[in-house]
Structure formats: structure tokens, C-alpha cells
DNA sequence: AATGAATGAGCCTTCATTCAT
DNA sequence: GATGAATGAAGGCTCATTCAT
């Protein structure tokens, strides 16, 4: 079951992928994903029920890839403290990597309203993963310390977003570190 | 030179901030506005140069309304410390009445790209003025003090509209607190 | 693979055509263009990128058809002098037909500026052709006097739409069987 | 009685002039009228009872205007041939001065149907103007000599227009001297 | 599975004009 | 005489989706 190059649903999905995170889903056109992905307009909907169910299939496709990513910066270290400090460094990796863009998450957040409960869902889904996966390396911290540590973590997406600088996920980086 | 009871100008600021801020500004139609403010297409034009500068309007009198809430807040306590608690409880007071929709200004950052450097600047404005706001308050505290604060508060209002839940402004506030 | 009924790519063309030539582009709205052709909005921009998209189509179609109809009239002579009055007939014979609305091409290049690049050049590529053309038809004749038949010729079109008469054209055609 | 520099109703008709010359009537809207006039919006109608009013100032004035240059011209010389010849001159001086805008009227009347009939009624007064004008320097001539040449001027002005190109004027002027 | 055509609703903006001051 | 505000209609264009092939 080899996948083909130009597979267009994988094409579709990166394409949106791309589109969504970088400008936004309201601003982003289902007329630029089409040409962009290089398919068909209908195509879409052959594989994606609507615009929306596009966005959901971004959301969990960057759910897994950005855990991923998360999982492999802090594998490289063993103790908690070593692996926290790696957490944020993988934030100031995809920094350089993405301009910047921030949370993919907290970002389709903010043009979601609560009607879109399925939306809502897997945004929130990911910030509890993110948060387990947290508080698993500090299992022997007290839940106050977890918390502390997950707040300065999206602190430190959030407003090196804002400033466009690295200087929040240094900052945080240092604070949470020395709450260990 | 009364203020006539019915200005339209008014109106449609008032109009924008509702939209913009509950539903996301691209997802914000003109015609959205209009209706709701109970104007004429065209006069909208005549206030307000085009789209954008409605938002940059509406960024610049929230930044104001907003500030002056927290200084209202802040002004109750005489102590730093208190100063500070009364900050989260000012978060807290907004969650309740807007139903936690988070930053205005954070997300309209979401759909915001590099090119829209005018709402950009008028962001990153609000937040640098909060810091200072904060950074006074907290005058006597080292730099890596006033910082903390800062990203725990800017957690605080992020994550409680991610959970639609006070638990992340009681806790962040507790940690201000504390460090304090 | 036969070709509908009701083509709407053709209708568009068929309906700014009529709509272009008679009232003029700028005059024109695309709400006439779609209400009177019989399709919707979108329908328009599925074939063609833009107005001015459309403007060209008909500018090049316009081309075809009225040097086919000159072409016609002047395959019904044989000698040079008796072509060119055909010419000339054809013009007495489109004034009737078209109600003296003179030409196409230099109607909307009133309306065109020196930014319209390509609007332009189709323009000036048709009166090249029909320079060239009567130019052919007086292969014998010095340049001097193909100049003069063309000339007469563009005059005869422009005065006969500017006095809704035939006898510019009745004129123009005498002076340049004269000159042959 | 004197005019003040800044007479709104002449600004007012200046820029309507440079505007509905240089980018045709329907292109040109009154919000660029007046803001480039430097006038209120509804001043321009405590002048002009319409846009259509100001057209026709537009075109009495440039009337005037256009026949004192070409008087002006004609003048200079005393031979009908001569005069004709500077009447030629005349055109090729304001092609140069108007980057080959062509002529006003004939512009104006590709914009014009058979329902405006006041604009229609200025465009051909002024060529019957010119008619007579040429009509009268070529007093003793057959009636037939009096049409060619109007009939050549007319091209002069057209095709220069179409070519962005001097060549009509010459070719034109040489043809129009030379049939006298 | 893939596609080009078609659509009604809506996008943001400007139109020419009128009104109250 | 001059003006800023207000307006209904229209400007050209794009939206997300569906349909027939």
C-alpha cells in the first residue's frame, strides 16, 4: 500500500496546513488551498466533508507531529530538570524554524467561538496532552510546580509570538528551570 | 457641540469591538457591522477609512477602557503584593463578564501575518504598556521578578479562555503571589 | 462533444459585446453583464479572470467578425478602385446595422490609458490589420496614397457615429475612389 | 469684480477638465474630483446641478479654449494653405502637450448613447464649429475640398491618438496641403 | 477518485446625490 | 456659499459548497 507522490489529500492537507497556520483560517480561502495543493476544487470535498473537517484534520495532524517533535527534544535528556529545559528549547527550535507563528493551537483558538464545540475540542485536547506530558516528567513535583511550569511553557509560545523574539523562551526557560 | 445621542460613529466602534473581539475579525463581515450598528453602508466610510482602521480603533479604545479597568483594580491596594493580586482578580472580573474570551489584543495577534504592521505595533503597544504597568507596580523587585509576573499574567488570561475556566487565573495569581 | 444550447461562456461574451459597444466599458456593470446574460455572479469568473478579461474577449472576437464582414465585402469586387468602394459600403452597411455607434476599438480606447497595456495593443494590433489590409487591396499604389484611403476610411467611421449620418462615409468613399 | 485664486467653481472645473480628459467621464469619479480640487463634497453641488453639469461645463470650456488656440495658430499665417498647414501644426502641438489624449469631444461621445442628448448636442456644435472654422479659411473652395480636409484633420487626431504617434499629423497635413 | 462548471450569498469599497448646519 | 455627515444602490470580486460528468 505505497502512497503516492502527489497524493492529493496529503497534498491538500499539508497545503492547509501551511495556509491555516501562517495567515489564519478565516483569511485563508479554500481557492488558494486548491490551487496551492494543485488540485481540483471539488477534490476537496471528495476528501474532506467541508472547510471545517479540513481544519480538524490539520489540528490533529499538528497535534501529532508537534508532540512528536516535543517527545524527541526531551528524550535526549534524562533528568526532569534537563528535560523541562529541553521542552523549551524545542520552543525556540520551532521559533527559528516558523517565524514566529507561535501556537497553532492557541491561534485557531482565538477565531473560534463556542459554537464550534468540535474545534474547541481538539484545542483543548492538546493543551491537556501537552499538560500530561508535563506534569509525567515532573511526577514527583507537586501539582502547584506542574502547573507553574506549563503556564511559563505557553508564556513563552504565546509572547515570543507577540514580540517576535526569543527573549520570552529564555526568560521562562530560566524560571522554570530554577523552580525545579 | 453636543454629542448627539445616536452617534453613528460611536456606534460603530461600539459594534466592531462586540464582533471583532466575540467572533474574530475576519470573521467579521462589513455588513455585520452596519446592520447591527443601524447604519448606512457608505457612512461607515465616512468615520472610518477602510476595515483595518475600524479595528485599529477598536485596539486603541480597548487598550484604553482596559487599562483604565486594571488601574481601577490596582488602585484599591496600597501594597505591591496586593497591587499584584488585585491585577489577577481584574482578569478574573473580565472572565466573568466576557464570558472568557481572552485578550483582544492576542487574538487579533492570531490573525495577524508580518505585513499588517500597523496592527501589529498597536499590539505589541498594549503589551508593552501592560509590562511597564506591571514593572512599576513591582519597582523595587529585581527584572527576573517583574518578568515572571508578567508571563504568568499573560498565561492567566490565555489559558482561562483555552479552558473556559477561572482555575488558570486563581493559580497564576497564587504564583505571583509568592514569588513576591 | 457538442456544444449546449445555452453556452454560458458565449452568452457572457455575446451580452458584454452588446453591452460594451453600445453603452461603453466604464458604463457598463458586471450586474447588466450577468442579469442579462442569464447567469449567476461567479458564473462570470469561472471564465473569465476579470471585467477587463471580458473586454479583451470581446475586443478580440469583434476583430474576427468585422474584418470576416469586410473581408466579405470586398471579396464581391475585383479591381482595386471597386474593393476599396466596397470597403466603404461595408461601413454604410454596419452604420444601419449598428445604429452609427461607431467603432468599437476606438470607442473603448477613449477609455483606455496608457496603463491599460493590454487593452491597448489589441486595439492598435486591429488597426494595424486593417491598415494592412486596405493596404494589400492597393499593393500597386504608393504608400502615400494607402495612407490617404485609410485615413479617409477611419474619418468616415468616427464622423458618421459623431452626426448619426451616413454622409461622412458617402463623402470619405467618393474623395477615395478619387484618389485610385 | 475679481476672482479670487482659490475660486472653488474654477478649481472645481480645472480638475474635472485634467480628469475627464486624461481618464474618460464614467472612470472618473467626483470623490477624485474633489479631493483633487481641494473642495467639499457638497460644494461641488452648489455649483454644478449634477456630475453630467459639470461634463457639460467641461466641454463648453474646453471649446472655447481649444478654438482660441486654434485661432491662434491659423493666425499666423494669411494663405488658406498656410492656414491649414498651421492648423495642422496646431494639432501637433497638443499632442505633444497632451501626451495624445486625442480629442475631448470625440472621447466624451464613445462614452455618450442617444439618450444624452445635451452632452451629444455640445460634441457635434463644437465639430460643426470646426467645420466652419476650416470651412471659412477654405472659403473659395468647392465644398467637396472643404470635407476632405475636415475629413484629414479628423484622422490627425484619431490616429495619432490611437498610435501615440505624430505620423497621422504629417502624413495628414501633407495630404490636406497638398490638395490645395 | 477526479474534475470543471455553476451557484447564491457575501466580501470590502465607492458611486452620485442630499441633508442639516 | 460652504461643509461634514448620511444614504441606497452599485461597483468588481471571492466565498464555501454542490452537481453532472
Known amino acids: 500500500m505505497k502512497k503516492k507522490i502527489s497524493d492529493p489529500k496529503q497534498r491538500l492537507l499539508e497545503t492547509a496546513t501551511s495556509l491555516f497556520y501562517n495567515q489564519g483560517y478565516h483569511a485563508t480561502g479554500i481557492n488558494q488551498v486548491i490551487e496551492e495543493a494543485g488540485v481540483?476544487?471539488?477534490?476537496?470535498?471528495?476528501h474532506y466533508e467541508s472547510k471545517e473537517?479540513?481544519?480538524?484534520?490539520?489540528?490533529?495532524?499538528?497535534h501529532t507531529d508537534w508532540m512528536?517533535?516535543?517527545q524527541r527534544f526531551t528524550?535526549?535528556?534524562?533528568k526532569p530538570k534537563e528535560k523541562i529545559a529541553a521542552a523549551f528549547d524545542f520552543l525556540f527550535d520551532n521559533n527559528e524554524?516558523?517565524?514566529?507563528?507561535?501556537?497553532?493551537?492557541?491561534n485557531i483558538l482565538s477565531e473560534t467561538t463556542d459554537n464550534d464545540t468540535a474545534v474547541l475540542a481538539v484545542i483543548q485536547d492538546h493543551k491537556k496532552g501537552l499538560r500530561a506530558f508535563?506534569?509525567?516528567i515532573l511526577a514527583k513535583?507537586?501539582?502547584?510546580?506542574?502547573?507553574?511550569?506549563?503556564?511559563?511553557?505557553?508564556?513563552?509560545?504565546?509572547e515570543s509570538q507577540l514580540y517576535r523574539h526569543q527573549?520570552?523562551?529564555q526568560e521562562a526557560r530560566k524560571m522554570a528551570v530554577g523552580l525545579l
Chains 1, 2, 3, 4 share one sequence.
Open 40 to 46: 481540483a476544487r471539488a477534490s476537496l470535498y471528495t
Open 68 to 70: 512528536e517533535g516535543l
Open 141 to 158: 513535583e507537586k501539582q502547584g510546580i506542574k502547573d507553574h511550569v506549563y503556564l511559563l511553557f505557553e508564556s513563552a509560545i504565546v
Open 167 to 169: 527573549w520570552p523562551v
Open 134 to 136: 508535563l506534569g509525567e
Open 53 to 62: 473537517s479540513l481544519l480538524l484534520a490539520f489540528l490533529h495532524q499538528r
Open 97 to 106: 524554524k516558523e517565524h514566529f507563528r507561535g501556537c497553532a493551537f492557541l
Open 75 to 78: 528524550d535526549k535528556a534524562t
